[in-house]
């Protein structure tokens, strides 16, 4: 017995689960979009750990440890139930089912990414009044701004194309949770491309909306660190205006092609455009008797 749903009925769950999403209350999805910005900032946070003083270690395994560390993110999101918008880009699979509404898909993405800033950014501030990027004598901090440094150096178009890549991966973890039946299952299958996307430095909306407003916390209201632990004028362009053009606008485009494209209307494609077969079991057979029986046990 084969104990994982299969593709068709990962595509019937991931429809059910998304007209579910569709209709949830303001105030709720709100809150579980704030929970959701939280708990992917805390990947951050772990993976910003991880990557703290490994400047001599071998950049690949040093990013695969990153990436391992930054699933819990996902995995508080999609066992703990939260909404995340670039996981509901499958939304998209839904609408195309005609089963949502289009406005009803975008009031889900536009109250979630809004709430996902308001959890990712909090968290943000948290840390940095917690004092972490003191840690390791600083290392934490210089990591943090490296990363967020990072992030803004893309051209547009790089931007949305490391979006796309990132959303793939993120909407395939997502995806493949719909097989589960156990929470062992679902946080097995989410380790694995979560951790891919972020080895291979793909950007992520909701991750950023954590790591550059820290950053910019950092070197505002900090400054002496920055001078003591940051390359002289290294953080210059690091503003709201160029965080905005040069990162978030482009790499949640991106997201939105990579899940909703790539992954939502693919897969609508190929199991959800035509109604769903019969099952072998609901097949009636017939006997030489002239009777029939549906269970293909009995065949």
């Not at 918008?85 to 939304?91: A, I, M």
């Not at 062992?184 to 080895?199: C, E, G, K, Y």
């Not at 950053?215 to 900090?222: E, G, P, S, V």
């Not at 949640?252 to 019969?278: C, D, H, K, Q, S």
């Amino acid at each position: 017995m084969i104990d994982a749903l299969l593709p068709p009925d990962m595509a019937r769950r991931a429809e059910d689960v998304g007209i579910r999403k569709a209709g949830l209350a303001a105030p709720s999805l709100f809150a579980l979009a704030v929970l959701a910005g939280a708990f992917i900032a805390l990947g951050g946070v772990f993976m910003t750990t991880a990557l703290a003083g490994t400047g001599a270690a071998p950049w690949g395994p040093a990013r695969v440890l990153a990436g391992v560390v930054f699933s819990v993110g996902l995995i508080l999101v999609v066992v703990g139930g939260a909404e995340l918008f670039t996981g509901n880009t499958l939304l998209v699979m839904a609408w195309a089912s005609r089963r949502i509404t289009l406005t009803a898909l975008l009031r889900n993405w536009a109250i979630a990414y809004v709430g996902n800033f308001v959890g990712a950014v909090a968290t943000a501030i948290l840390v940095f009044v917690g004092g972490s990027y003191s840690l390791g004598d600083g290392a934490w901090g210089v990591t943090a701004l490296a990363i967020a440094d990072a992030k803004i150096r893309y051209g547009f178009v790089q931007a949305v194309a490391l979006g796309v890549l990132c959303n793939a991966l993120v909407c395939l973890a997502v995806w493949l949770t719909y097989s589960a039946r156990t929470t062992a299952d679902r946080v097995l299958v989410t380790v694995p491309p979560i951790s891919a996307f972020v080895a291979a430095g793909f950007e992520h909306s909701v991750a950023n909306m954590y790591f550059v407003p820290l950053a910019m916390l950092i070197r505002d209201l900090d400054p002496a660190f920055v001078a003591t632990h940051a390359i002289a004028g290294s953080l210059a362009p690091l503003t709201w205006a160029t965080f905005l053009a040069r990162n978030l606008v482009p790499v949640t485009l991106g997201n939105v092609i990579g899940g909703g494209v790539l992954v939502a209307a693919v897969y609508w494609f190929v199991y959800l455009r035509e109604p769903a077969p019969p099952r072998v079991s609901d097949v009636p057979c017939a006997f030489p008797g002239g009777h029939t029986h549906a269970d293909p046990a009995r065949h």
